[in-house]
């Protein structure tokens, strides 16, 4: 079987080559921003192929040096790429072993590799990759029948193995912001105040005063950008520029928009699946509504893109989340031939799905095809990226449950409402500044592989326990007040929020101890392991009773209800607000490529999540987002962060599972489920603020 | 215009003309080249461009250039390299505290101020240090853990 990107990308060559001596170059088509990809896929090569780590270069991400791999989303890299290059290092082993046996006259049985070099009956044979290399051909496609090694064989999967791509970054040395190609100049962008804004003037005088150097200002409809020789320059003449713009139709938003139940009065389509309604019969039956609201990716830094345009080849620096994605993108906006594109990627901030990335590098495009020649960068500002990058949308989360006799849960619905989690996929900011521009319709409905609608609004909406009848009823609204797109997880981890709050209310509905209740719903003995596992590990026998200001909560989830499975307890203290005291995660996720670093992710989700239940609220006010500053979207600080532990179970024999979006759902809903049992009074909208709080323990009281 | 300002960057002499209300970061990245101090926020809020003046850590986003006159600038280039690597960096490797890495020169050059004053710190005498600093994808307790370690072995007089 040839795995999917492999299938795609099937020349074995655009995988692995051997042209510097000793030296083994790997290409994969996903792109690294800090999770550890290349150094996790590096490792899976080194054990296909037999050679040390140290040898591996990975090949830096550029359109046509690098397979085609789409995006790098849905913390799929490890499970998709990871297979293809397995098995593309596999099949090169393979064509290798079959040349050595033909050089040497031997039985390719007789053949081994240590460190690249061809063992014969465990005997030096005097060949190696490299010796070898002219005589095989890996112009060819994979035949699918080369063998991965049994996870008994792998010695350098399962290592620690240090970050191939953090030494830089210690050394102030790392990102494409730093990126100055020759004549490069700078540009910043006067941006509609809406997407439905048309520029009318600006007081060029002005612009020009500020500059305090040669502006050029640009103006194409109602895309107008500032280009200077030097950055502050521009940063001056956008300063003037904003303060003198004037355009027509600006409109405001609401600010009650911003709240997920507005959601349910906004144009929706509706998508019902799963089994028929209940029939009402007598059982015992329970309803809550939870909410979240828009959130922020908040990269630390704010997106950049450079973008020049010379001899009809249009070429573009980007640090987004995929370099082949970026090249369709400017296509379709610029309308030059695909083939016409280079897109070249560079390190960038954490993105955490779909953030500005994708924007600046369109930006600087877009400015390029217009003044050809000189590199152009476009650096957007903090409150661009706050107030310009797509947001994670809100939802509305209703649930309902029947308990049979025995307080077990036998029937759940999930009815959500939200906007399209990846609905500004495939766009740029500055589209709806073109002449010409027609705002697209809503988003078709995008299918799995088998035939059926994919959403991320559905994921996890069923809680991953056995539970006989279930449905999710989504309201899809289209288009969305504000622009929305994916945000790490989807509506994976709110949706676990939801669901594991109202699984906890089920048992104390049930008069059962939340582990105990969880653990009778769970058949699958690894899900039973991991909560036995976060049981003994937070000493959940402890627990102690409801309303004391200090909690222990708990939540499990297994990803996507088919990937990896993880429980998080949190331990809380609550006066005026959630003082967060430890968190512990126990998660099975399979074969686990580099342990450190698939702990980093792990916690690293565990804080962000903790971040989004504790702080985080997206604002609307004016032509759209008013929370455009660090004061005004706070997220945790140093002195705010737990300590946190974690353990990986079952980490040999499995295939592994992707883990970069699998702890925040669990230790959102353990956060919240601490603070309803410290408190006595559960708050079921996010974020749990101070205000919340008080409000929650006057409506108990 | 300012005219020239002399100032000491990273131990050695540094000569910059600015525009009256130019910032330290502007004069960095544009006029000096000196990338590790990272853009984040410009209003002092997210700490990514933390600089140590006089050895105390400031915004580079919101002190003017011209405030420098006479006064010695450490950026993260001037804390140590792959060659020679100040302790901090190293402990940051050892214990693999960093994600995407873009609010480190910050946190590092941040933590340098903190060890050179008190160099016994405790947990929470480090996170108080590095608050001004954000870090979104969540390796704080790896960063405090890499400080803590840094100074046991400044202390104990380990080599980096």
């Known amino acids: 079987m040839i795995p999917g990107s492999l299938a795609a990308n099937p020349r074995l060559d655009r995988w692995v080559t051997f042209e510097a001596d000793g030296r083994v170059a790997v290409a994969f088509g996903k792109m690294e921003y800090g999770q550890g990809i290349f150094t996790s896929l590096a490792q899976m090569a080194a054990d296909e192929l037999d050679v040390a780590f140290e040898r591996l270069d990975v090949t830096p991400a550029a359109t046509g040096e690098i397979p085609d791999e789409g995006l790098t989303v849905g913390s799929m890299t490890t499970e998709t790429s990871g297979a293809s290059l397995r098995q593309a290092c596999a099949e090169v082993r393979a064509l290798f072993m079959a040349a050595a046996a033909a050089k040497l006259g031997c039985d390719p049985s007789a053949l081994d590799v240590r460190d690249g070099a061809v063992l014969r009956d465990d005997a030096p044979s005097g060949e190696t990759y490299w010796t070898l290399a002219d005589a095989v051909d890996l112009t060819r496609p994979p035949t699918g029948e080369a063998v991965w090694k049994s996870p008994d064989r792998l010695t350098q999967v399962g290592q620690s193995q240090p970050r191939l791509d953090l030494p830089p970054k210690v050394f102030g040395a790392a990102f494409l912001h730093d990126l100055l190609p020759p004549g490069m100049r700078h540009a910043r962008i006067l941006r509609q105040p809406n997407p439905e804004a048309r520029f009318v003037g600006l007081d060029e005088a002005a612009v020009r005063r500020a500059a305090g150097e040669d502006v050029d200002i640009l103006v194409d409809g109602s895309f107008v950008a500032l280009i200077c020789a030097t950055e502050s320059a521009a940063a001056r003449a956008l300063a003037a520029a904003e303060a003198s713009a004037r355009w027509d139709g600006v409109r405001d938003v609401p600010p009650a928009f911003g709240e997920a139940v507005a959601l349910t009065d906004m144009p929706q389509t509706i998508h019902t699946a799963?089994?028929?309604?209940?029939?009402?019969?007598?059982?015992?039956?329970?309803?809550?509504?939870?909410?979240?609201?828009?959130?922020?990716?908040?990269?630390?830094?704010?997106?950049?893109?450079?973008?020049?345009?010379?001899?009809?080849?249009?070429?573009?620096?980007?640090?987004?989340?995929?370099?082949?994605?970026?090249?369709?993108?400017?296509?379709?906006?610029?309308?030059?031939?695909?083939?016409?594109?280079?897109?070249?990627?560079?390190?960038?901030?954490?993105?955490?799905?779909?953030?500005?990335?994708?924007?600046?590098?369109?930006?600087?495009?877009?400015?390029?095809?217009?003044?050809?020649?000189?590199?152009?960068?476009?650096?957007?500002?903090?409150?661009?990226?706050?107030?310009?990058?797509?947001?994670?949308?809100?939802?509305?989360?209703?649930?309902?449950?029947?308990?049979?006799?025995?307080?077990?849960?036998?029937?759940?619905?999930?009815?959500?409402?939200?906007?399209?989690?990846?609905?500004?996929?495939?766009?740029?900011?500055?589209?709806?500044?073109?002449?010409?521009?027609?705002?697209?319709?809503?988003?078709?409905?995008?299918?799995?592989?088998?035939?059926?609608?994919?959403?991320?609004?559905?994921?996890?909406?069923?809680?991953?326990?056995?539970?006989?009848?279930?449905?999710?009823?989504?309201?899809?609204?289209?288009?969305?007040?504000?622009?929305?797109?994916?945000?790490?997880?989807?509506?994976?981890?709110?949706?676990?929020?939801?669901?594991?709050?109202?699984?906890?209310?089920?048992?104390?509905?049930?008069?059962?101890?939340?582990?105990?209740?969880?653990?009778?719903?769970?058949?699958?003995?690894?899900?039973?392991?991991?909560?036995?596992?976060?049981?003994?590990?937070?000493?959940?026998?402890?627990?102690?009773?409801?309303?004391?200001?200090?909690?222990?909560?708990?939540?499990?989830?297994?990803?996507?209800?088919?990937?990896?499975?993880?429980?998080?307890?949190?331990?809380?203290?609550?006066?005026?607000?959630?003082?967060?005291?430890?968190?512990?995660?126990?998660?099975?996720?399979?074969?686990?490529?580099?342990?450190?670093?698939?702990?980093?992710?792990?916690?690293?989700?565990?804080?962000?999540?903790?971040?989004?239940?504790?702080?985080?609220?997206?604002?609307?006010?004016?032509?759209?987002?008013?929370?455009?500053?660090?004061?005004?979207?706070?997220?945790?600080?140093?002195?705010?962060?737990?300590?946190?532990?974690?353990?990986?179970?079952?980490?040999?024999?499995?295939?592994?599972?992707?883990?970069?979006?699998?702890?925040?759902?669990?230790?959102?809903?353990?956060?919240?489920?601490?603070?309803?049992?410290?408190?006595?009074?559960?708050?079921?909208?996010?974020?749990?603020?101070?205000?919340?709080?008080?409000?929650?323990?006057?409506?108990?009281? | 215009m300012t005219g020239a300002i002399d100032f000491t960057l990273n131990g050695k002499a540094a000569s910059v003309e600015a525009v009256a209300g130019t910032t330290l970061l502007e004069v960095l990245r544009g006029d000096l080249g000196l990338m590790g101090a990272r853009y984040g926020c410009g209003l002092g809020q997210c700490g990514a461009c933390t600089v140590l003046v006089e050895g105390r850590p400031v915004n580079a986003c919101v002190i003017e250039a011209a405030a420098l006159a006479g006064k010695s600038v450490t950026t993260i280039e001037g804390l140590g390299t792959s060659e020679r690597p100040h302790p901090l960096q190293t402990a940051f490797l050892d214990l693999q505290a960093g994600q995407c890495g873009y609010c480190l020169s910050g946190i590092l050059v941040s933590a340098k101020a903190l060890l050179d004053t008190n160099p016994a710190p405790s947990r929470a005498e480090i996170a108080t240090a590095l608050n001004g600093c954000l870090c979104r994808c969540g390796v704080h307790n790896r960063i405090l853990d890499a400080v803590a370690l840094a100074a046991t072995r400044m202390r104990d007089g380990v080599a980096a």
């Open chain 1, 274 to 701: 799963g089994d028929p309604a209940p029939d009402h019969s007598n059982r015992r039956r329970l309803t809550a509504s939870f909410s979240k609201p828009y959130i922020s990716h908040a990269s630390m830094g704010p997106s950049v893109g450079i973008a020049r345009f010379e001899d009809g080849r249009l070429t573009i620096w980007t640090h987004n989340q995929g370099v082949y994605p970026m090249r369709a993108l400017a296509a379709r906006i610029t309308g030059l031939d695909a083939q016409a594109i280079d897109v070249i990627h560079g390190q960038g901030p954490g993105c955490y799905g779909h953030n500005g990335a994708d924007d600046p590098p369109i930006d600087a495009a877009l400015i390029a095809m217009r003044r050809p020649g000189s590199p152009v960068r476009v650096q957007w500002r903090r409150e661009d990226e706050f107030a310009y990058a797509p947001v994670g949308t809100a939802m509305l989360i209703e649930l309902s449950a029947e308990l049979d006799a025995s307080g077990r849960l036998v029937d759940y619905t999930a009815e959500i409402w939200n906007t399209p989690h990846t609905g500004a996929r495939g766009t740029a900011v500055a589209e709806s500044a073109l002449p010409g521009y027609v705002a697209p319709g809503p988003q078709p409905p995008r299918l799995m592989p088998d035939g059926s609608r994919f959403s991320g609004g559905l994921l996890n909406a069923i809680p991953s326990y056995d539970i006989a009848s279930k449905r999710t009823v989504e309201h899809v609204i289209d288009p969305s007040p504000i622009r929305t797109s994916s945000l790490r997880g989807l509506g994976g981890p709110p949706n676990a929020f939801a669901g594991e709050g109202f699984i906890d209310e089920l048992a104390e509905a049930a008069g059962q101890d939340p582990h105990a209740y969880r653990l009778a719903m769970v058949s699958d003995p690894r899900g039973r392991a991991v909560l036995e596992r976060i049981a003994t590990m937070s000493d959940w026998s402890r627990r102690w009773e409801t309303g004391t200001g200090r909690g222990l909560g708990l939540a499990y989830d297994r990803h996507r209800g088919a990937g990896a499975f993880c429980a998080v307890v949190a331990e809380v203290e609550v006066e005026a607000d959630v003082r967060l005291v430890k968190l512990w995660c126990a998660c099975d996720a399979g074969l686990i490529i580099n342990p450190d670093g698939a702990k980093n992710q792990l916690e690293g989700g565990m804080i962000m999540a903790a971040s989004w239940t504790l702080k985080e609220q997206v604002k609307l006010g004016g032509p759209g987002i008013a929370s455009t500053t660090w004061d005004d979207y706070p997220i945790l600080r140093f002195d705010e962060i737990p300590p946190v532990e974690i353990e990986l179970l079952n980490t040999r024999d499995k295939r592994p599972y992707g883990i970069g979006e699998i702890s925040q759902g669990p230790c959102m809903a353990a956060i919240a489920n601490a603070v309803a049992h410290a408190l006595g009074a559960r708050l079921r909208d996010l974020p749990l603020t101070r205000e919340k709080i008080a409000a929650a323990l006057l409506k108990e009281g």
